[in-house]
């Protein structure tokens, strides 16, 4: 069965720093990565899409890199703002658990002015 | 860019009554799925559609039923409520296979269910 796990649970920094969120999968055969970013009581947002065959993709501020044989992806903040605090959530598309994509449990950042 | 559509944004139901969520998704997306989250939680899957066809079940109550119509658009059904069953709800779709799709998963912004 895939699980996924995210470290840490929650990240609290000031405005300006780089920071790093760590999302972590225990069966290598994915389709797919993909970050999300939730504000409370809302709807999930694409952030970055990542393809097993590919090693990293980037938006803006955002970098997200996939190691696919470690299990391990990374999604990397730059200058952060105020206006980036929400949970981040990682998501896999397993290969050998029929269509469902498999959620981590969300980082939850706080970036204070 | 259409987005995936969900109604009813909010729908407050006495426990034992039924309610229905309707979800349009991203036209020409083959796939349509339903999440659970309750507060602090992660979204639990409970089922999948592709091509109109159920193509996965998570931890969907037998209580729950689901179903995707011609159209395209899915609806929830979930029938003799309880109070476990406020949470957001959420419809996502995605177009999985095909040269040109890349499986990327877009999500509406949810049904809120209060059970009281």
């Known amino acids: 069965k895939q699980e996924v796990t995210q470290i840490p649970a929650a990240l609290s920094v000031p405005e300006g720093e780089n920071l790093v969120l760590n999302c972590s999968f225990t069966?290598?055969?994915?389709?797919?990565l993909q970050w999300f970013r939730q504000d409370p009581g809302k709807g999930l947002t694409s952030l970055l899409l990542?393809?097993?065959?590919?090693r990293e993709q980037t938006s803006g501020r955002l970098n997200a890199s996939l190691d696919k044989s470690s299990g391990r992806s990374t999604l990397y903040i730059a200058a952060s703002q105020p206006g980036d605090s929400a949970t981040y959530l990682c998501?896999?598309?397993?290969?050998?658990?029929?269509?469902?994509?498999?959620f981590g449990p969300g980082t939850r950042l706080s970036v204070l002015p | 860019a259409a987005g995936v559509i969900q109604s009813p944004r909010h729908l407050i139901k006495e426990k034992r009554e039924t309610a229905t969520l309707k979800c349009y998704p991203i036209?020409?997306?083959?796939?349509v799925y339903w999440y659970q989250q309750g507060p602090g939680q992660d979204p639990q899957f409970l089922i999948s559609?592709?091509?109109?066809?159920?193509?996965d079940k998570g931890s969907i109550p037998d209580r729950f039923s689901a179903q995707q119509f011609s159209d395209y658009h899915s609806e929830l059904n979930m029938s003799s409520l309880e109070l476990g069953d406020s949470a957001l709800y959420f419809c996502?779709?995605?177009?999985?296979?095909?040269?040109?799709?890349?499986?990327?998963?877009?999500f509406g912004e949810g049904s809120r269910l209060t059970v009281l």
């Open positions: 996502a779709s995605s177009s999985l296979w095909g040269a040109a799709n890349t499986g990327e998963l877009f």
């Open positions: 069966d290598s055969a994915i389709y797919n």
């Open positions: 990542i393809q097993s065959s590919q």
């Open positions: 998501a896999v598309r397993p290969k050998n658990y029929g269509q469902n994509f498999v």
């Open positions: 036209p020409r997306h083959d796939t």
């Open positions: 559609f592709y091509e109109k066809m159920q193509s």
